[in-house]
């Protein structure tokens, strides 16, 4: 089973970046889709971006565009997450996931989760 671990969670001021990294153990095959989910306080996990391993198509939920970037390292079997300019109520955990079935932007698709790393905005 592939052990995946996000890193790079840390408080961070306003109009600040975050960049956070997920990591996975063993081989990402190619038609593997690496995802990033996030969770507010309160809220349900929800998508924000998604790659394809094997060709490195990005996919994003629609609105976030522009504000997040997902890309991926090959050699280092990471990928990543980068927000610019951060607001106030861009705190959350995110989550690193894998799903071996195909592109989705539900959580319930991705069978495969890192633990979460806190992405924290202060002023």
């Known amino acids: 089973q592939v052990q995946l671990l996000e890193s790079g969670g840390s408080v961070v001021q306003a109009g600040g970046s975050l960049r956070l990294s997920c990591r996975a153990s063993g081989r990402i095959y190619s038609s593997s889709v690496m995802g990033w989910f996030r969770q507010a306080p309160g809220k349900d996990r929800e998508f924000v971006a998604a790659i394809r391993w094997g060709v490195g198509n990005t996919y994003y939920q629609p609105g976030v565009k522009g504000r997040f970037t997902i890309s991926r390292k090959t050699a280092e079997n990471t990928v990543d997450l980068q927000r610019n300019n951060l607001k106030s109520d861009d705190t959350d955990i995110y989550y690193c996931?894998?799903?071996?079935?195909?592109?989705?932007?539900?959580?319930?698709?991705?069978?495969?989760w890192g633990q979460g790393t806190q992405g924290t905005v202060s002023s």
């Open positions: 996931a894998q799903n071996r079935n195909g592109l989705s932007d539900a959580a319930a698709d991705y069978g495969y």
